[in-house]
């Protein structure tokens, strides 16, 4: 058996090897363990062991290399702006092999000088930038075309950021420096794009978003100037019908956003050689410095065990979770990780979600049994692919009191309690 317990307070950060000095700009995970990093002078590194050791990939050109997105452990896109030879514009390059090959696409996105990348499968892709804002690609990043975006005033600002939270509904951030940030939404999967009115609430760019479901978006960015405001925070919780923008205080520009867990947020302030972090889902920040004022610009967390930040001169941090507590324990020579996360919320009245993160692909068994040990329900029965997952139960036909929920996966499982309220 697996035995979970509550995740403390945040962790630490430390320096890990770096086989580069190159500034890194982007960094992604599918797992805990299958990572990728890309930057300068066409630099991506790979680790298959959680970084701990990275080895550099050729990537068959020495041009910046802006952003890298994989879809699993064998597909992956990164790009690079080409302005010194024509065509100009940036060229996609795609690996069907974890990045042992690269191959950059025969034409470039001439309309767009990308900024971010994000692929809903191995076919449906968007990229942000300007000076077209958005483009698509339906043939895998071969071929890209403009979207459709609507034709207000603020609509062809500049992107940042891009993700989709589901097949339907999609994100896109924004804007011009001292001028406005701006906010693109979807809901038909990529087919139309409408800027939301927010230049009057935020002053500055947002350069990165955080999905929290369809109708929780939050946003970061600021003003790095030192007359400036420093970090500024967005977010909706009406599926952006409004939006609050604030100032928190702290200076420095919020490059980038990452959640640990449903309410551990943390972002890296770049050139302030700090890092904010916030335990109530983004309502209160604090600050940490970077191990060895390291100036970090990207994060991310694959789960809420393993974080990874990068940033220049080749710089790569790593998170080192609370060590009085972990989330399971198991055999040492067991290589198979998950985490099964506390119900939300709980108590609950009726529905309430649950978050479950599994590293490689197998049989999720998911059930849920009263406090007798009775089966009640069973709300996953199939193959998943490695990668964070959310469902709702609904105890709308079922008594209140105490009820487990258990994870099977092949030869182990893990439960958390739960209290449906009468």
Not at 218 to 232: A, I, N, R
Not at 276 to 294: E, F, L, Q, R
Not at 412 to 417: E, N, T
Request: hydrophobic content about 40%.
């Amino acid at each position: 058996m697996l035995f979970f317990s509550e995740i403390l307070p945040q962790g630490t950060w430390e320096k890990v090897d770096s086989p580069v000095s190159e500034n890194l700009s982007s960094v992604f995970f599918v797992d805990s363990s299958y990572g990728w990093a890309a930057g300068f002078s066409g630099i991506i590194i790979h680790t298959s062991n959680g970084g701990k050791d990275w080895t550099i990939q050729d990537s068959k050109t020495t041009n910046n290399i802006a952003d890298i997105f994989f879809l699993n452990r064998n597909i992956g896109w990164a790009f690079f702006w080409e302005v010194s030879s024509f065509p100009f514009g940036t060229y996609v390059l795609k690996t069907n092999d974890g990045g042992v090959n690269w191959i950059a696409s025969p034409s470039p996105a001439e309309s767009c000088f990308g900024q971010t990348i994000f692929f809903q499968d191995s076919l449906n892709g968007w990229m942000g930038g300007k000076p077209y804002p958005i483009v698509q690609t339906s043939d895998g990043g071969i071929t890209w075309e403009e979207a459709l975006i609507d034709s207000s005033t603020y609509s062809t600002f500049p992107v940042y950021d891009l993700k989709f939270y589901n097949s339907n509904i999609g994100y896109a951030s924004g804007g011009v420096f001292d001028c406005c940030g701006i906010i693109w939404l979807t809901t038909n999967g990529g087919s139309n794009w409408f800027a939301i009115d927010t230049p009057f609430v935020a002053p500055e760019p947002i350069y990165s978003l955080h999905l929290t479901d369809s109708i929780n978006v939050l946003g970061v960015g600021g003003d790095f100037e030192l007359t400036g405001f420093g970090v500024g925070i967005i977010n909706s919780s009406d599926a952006g019908e409004t939006w609050n923008f604030e100032y928190i205080g702290t200076s420095g520009v919020a490059w980038d956003i990452a959640f640990r867990s449903r309410s551990d947020a943390w972002a890296p302030l770049g050139g302030e050689a700090n890092l904010i972090y916030s335990m109530d889902s983004g309502i209160n920040w604090s600050s940490v410095p970077t191990p060895d004022s390291a100036l970090i610009f990207r994060i991310t967390f694959p789960d809420s065990l393993h974080g990874f930040g990068i940033g220049n001169d080749g710089v790569i941090i790593k998170y080192k979770p609370d060590s009085t507590t972990s989330n399971f324990t198991r055999p040492a020579d067991d290589q198979h990780e998950f985490n099964l996360e506390q119900n939300y919320p709980n108590p609950f009245n009726s529905k309430t979600k649950i978050n479950f993160w599994i590293s490689e692909f197998g049989f999720v068994l998911f059930k849920v049994y009263d406090i007798l040990g009775n089966e009640v329900a069973t709300l996953v029965n199939e193959y998943k692919s490695a990668g964070k997952y959310e469902i709702e139960f609904d105890a709308n036909d079922l008594a209140g009191g105490v009820y487990l929920y258990t994870m099977f996966i092949e030869n182990y499982s893990a439960s958390r309690k739960m209290i449906l309220l009468p």
